[in-house]
Structures are given as structure tokens and as C-alpha cells.
């Protein structure tokens, strides 16, 4: 069950910067870091940003994030082929006491 | 670290689903981490089943703590698993994964199905 709303789609041309958003709670992302991860198809998430907008090493710079009270976001500047994927935010959270996924968002490049 | 789930692919409903997660490339028995199972059905997203320690210590998630346990085996550098009374709804790909600040290392996944 999904507690983090993100929209099913995003796309856009090669070079262009895409948006994903990232809505919660006070219980997750109100009081808590964000992070998000990449799906490619067929294979596991890799982390892509952790507390916020720090980047593991090898992520490119093209990948930043923000947060904003209950909500947070996710942008992918100079769009490239390869970033077509499945990208999911998460949180602690602090009733679950446990971690929150968003419902995912598909991001295709044109 | 690399993490990798092991178990049978197939369970029958109503029967016990059991994972295993070995982990390489450092030690399990360590307070730096906690332990994770994930799961993500078909085509749907992500959902925490539960946290362990290498105390024995857990965490589960609220939906599935009556049929979920966890344990672990530093002598063997793994956790695993157990999921009861199986149904469709648990099939899924479970992934197990080290949490520090967050989810940071994950294993490959391995499907589980739930059928007759």
C-alpha cells in the first residue's frame, strides 16, 4: 500500500528537464528525509538520492531533489535515453515505524 | 556489500513462504545497520515488509505482522523470512536490503508465486 502520491507519468525530450512530485505527510515526509530510486526494467531500485539531495557516488549531478513541508520533488535535467525508468520516493515514518514508497512515476524520454 | 535472496519460487496458498538473504562483502553482526525485506507485486510499487537487527530485534509492517517473522544468522552473515498463510496477494518479487540512513544496498529480487 502506497502513503506517498506521485504522479504515473512524466516524459520528455532528450535534454530537457523533467519534474516528479512527491506528496505526504507530516509523519513521513514532514518530519523525516526523503530519498529516491531508479528503477530500470526488471531490476532492483538503486538509490538515487538520500536525505534530501545527496547523491550516492556515481549518480550524475543531472539528478536533484527538494522538499518542501509535506511534499517533495525530484528533477532530472539534460534528459538522457538512458534515464527512462520507474522512480519511487520514499520515507521513514514515524506511525509505521517503517518505510513509505510512493506509487511510482514512469518517466519516458521522447 | 552485495546482498542476494535464496528460495523457492513457488508456494501453494495457505502454505509458509521462506526467504533467505545472504549477505557478502561485510558483516551482518554489526549495530550500523538493520536488515529489510521489500516486496513489489507485478506491475505495482514498492511495499516495507519489516526491519531486523543482528539482536533479533524487529520491526513489522503493521498489515503484516501477524503472519510475518523475521530472523538472523550472523554465523552464516544472512536473515530470512517467513510469511504465513500465503495468498495471491503475496505473490511479488522480494527484495531484501541494508538500511543505514536509508535503503542504500539492495539484492536483485527474486519472485515468489502463489498458486495452485
Known amino acids: 500500500q502506497s502513503v506517498l502520491t506521485q504522479p504515473p507519468s512524466a516524459s520528455g525530450a532528450p535534454g530537457q528537464r523533467v519534474t516528479i512530485s512527491c506528496s505526504g505527510s507530516s509523519s513521513n515526509i514532514g518530519g523525516n528525509a526523503v530519498n529516491w530510486y531508479q528503477q530500470l526494467p526488471g531490476t532492483a531500485p538503486k538509490l538515487l538520492i538520500y536525505a534530501h539531495n545527496h547523491r550516492p557516488s556515481g549518480v550524475p549531478d543531472r539528478f536533484s531533489a527538494s522538499k518542501s513541508g509535506t511534499s517533495a520533488s525530484l528533477a532530472i535535467s539534460g534528459l538522457q535515453s538512458e534515464d527512462e525508468a520507474d522512480y519511487y520516493c520514499s520515507a521513514w515514518d514515524d506511525n509505521l515505524k517503517g518505510y513509505v514508497f510512493g506509487t511510482g512515476t514512469e518517466v519516458t524520454v521522447l | 556489500p552485495q546482498l542476494r535472496e535464496s528460495g523457492p519460487g513457488l508456494v501453494k496458498p495457505s502454505e509458509t513462504l521462506s526467504l533467505t538473504c545472504t549477505v557478502s562483502g561485510g558483516s551482518i553482526n554489526t549495530g550500523a545497520y538493520y536488515w529489510a525485506w521489500i516486496r513489489q507485486p507485478p506491475g505495482k510499487g514498492l511495499e516495507w515488509i519489516g526491519t531486523?537487527?543482528?539482536?533479533?530485534?524487529?520491526s513489522y509492517n503493521p498489515s503484516l505482522r501477524s503472519r510475518a517473522s523475521m530472523s538472523v544468522d550472523t554465523s552464516k552473515n544472512q536473515f530470512s523470512l517467513k510469511l504465513t498463510s500465503a495468498t495471491a496477494t503475496d505473490t511479488a518479487v522480494y527484495y531484501c536490503?541494508?538500511?543505514?540512513?536509508?535503503?542504500?544496498?539492495w539484492g536483485q529480487g527474486t519472485l515468489v508465486s502463489v498458486s495452485s
Open positions: 536490503a541494508r538500511m543505514a540512513v536509508t535503503l542504500d544496498y
Open positions: 531486523i537487527y543482528h539482536s533479533g530485534s524487529t
